[in-house]
């Protein structure tokens, strides 16, 4: 069975950085594409940043783009999410996911693994 822990929520005003850490156990993490969604109040989850088994491909949404980094650190079963000059927009509940898709994994239901998700709140 696999876990995803998320960690690094927390409260941070707007243009502040925060970064997000997921940690995994259960299976071969370096096998497997990794992604960051979100999830704002009364809002739908949405996609946020996906990193393939190697890190060598990444692919982040419009909204983020430019400000988050997703990176990986397979040797510590690891996948974070820096993200810099944030927004009251970026205000949501993150969660980190495990995919076995290839080629686009940019909507949930590629994902088969789910983290519990981590509180982001982007203050004024």
């Known amino acids: 069975q696999v876990q995803l822990v998320e960690s690094g929520g927390g409260l941070v005003q707007a243009g502040g950085s925060l970064r997000l850490s997921c940690a995994a156990s259960?299976?071969?993490?370096?096998?497997?594409?990794m992604g960051w969604f979100r999830q704002a109040p009364a809002k739908e989850r949405e996609f946020v940043a996906s990193?393939?088994?190697?890190?060598?491909?990444?692919y982040y949404a419009d909204p983020v783009k430019g400000r988050f980094t997703i990176s990986r650190d397979n040797a510590k079963n690891t996948v974070s999410l820096q993200m810099n000059s944030l927004k009251l927009e970026d205000t949501a509940v993150y969660y980190c996911a495990q995919s076995t898709f290839l080629g686009d994994i940019t909507t949930s239901d590629k994902y088969e693994y789910w983290g519990q998700g981590t509180q982001v709140t982007v203050a004024s």
């Open positions: 990193i393939n088994w190697s890190g060598g491909s990444t």
């Open positions: 259960g299976r071969s993490f370096s096998r497997y594409a």
